[in-house]
């Protein structure tokens, strides 16, 4: 859950895409470079901010480098939450390209600031929390032509990202801590139930 639900929202008005996660070959950040280096063909503002370290950095970097992306890409390393939030405010989107997810606790993290968020498929968790063209779009098969569209779509419109955005907050508020703790008060309680009734 969210230990807290942010009062500050970004305002959505950048060409930022964000990211995070140990960087480790699971969670497909040299794909998210190979998507990135086509959006920013067609955005050449466009910047891709990534937080989190791992034994896949160098490997990261230096594919950066020969996708000649320069300082559209910046790797921030591991960061604490107040550097995180401040980054999440100035950003407009947020990217998962995991082979894998169990949960997904940066989609949240992300949605808690009204951003939309795009994720493949194959990252189960983020199946539960993005409602596709909701709050955000699922990309069914690891497919890079849609992510690439998709990821334009909402860099282009406006309107669009902050009808995303807008839900992506509403989702958020469904994983507050008070939110969270009611529901398994809810659920103790009715197993309770449901052992004393069988009795």
């Known amino acids: 859950c969210l230990e807290n639900v942010s009062r500050k929202l970004s305002k959505l008005d950048t060409l930022n895409i964000v990211s995070s996660g140990r960087l480790a ?3 497909g950040f040299d794909d ?3 998507v990135f280096k086509k959006v920013s063909n067609k955005f050449p503002e466009a910047k891709l901010n990534i937080v989190g370290d ?3 950095r160098n490997n990261l970097l230096e594919l950066a480098k020969e996708l000649k992306l320069g300082d559209k890409v910046e790797f921030h390393g591991y960061q604490n939450n107040e550097y995180i939030n401040e980054l999440l405010q100035d950003s407009s989107l947020y990217v ?3 082979l894998t997810e169990s949960f ?3 989609l949240i993290e992300a949605m808690n600031y009204g951003i939309p968020c795009i994720s493949y498929s194959s990252a189960q968790g983020a199946n539960e929390i993005i409602k596709n063209e909701e709050n955000g779009y699922i990309i069914q ?3 890079e032509e849609e992510m690439i569209e998709k990821i334009s779509l909402v860099l282009e419109d406006e309107k669009l990202r902050k009808k995303l955005g ?8 469904e994983y507050s801590s008070d939110v969270v703790l009611d529901k398994w008060i809810k659920l103790i309680n009715k197993r309770k139930w449901d052992k004393w009734s069988y009795r």
């Not at 807008?166 to 508020?173: C, I, L, P, S």
Request: proline share 0%; net charge positive; aromatic share 0%.
């Open 25 to 27: 070959k699971e969670k």
């Open 32 to 34: 998210l470079l190979k």
């Open 54 to 56: 791992g034994m896949e």
């Open 166 to 173: 807008k839900n992506a907050r509403e989702t958020a508020k």
């Open 96 to 98: 998962m390209t995991s």
């Open 141 to 143: 098969d690891r497919n």
């Open 104 to 106: 997904g606790l940066g």
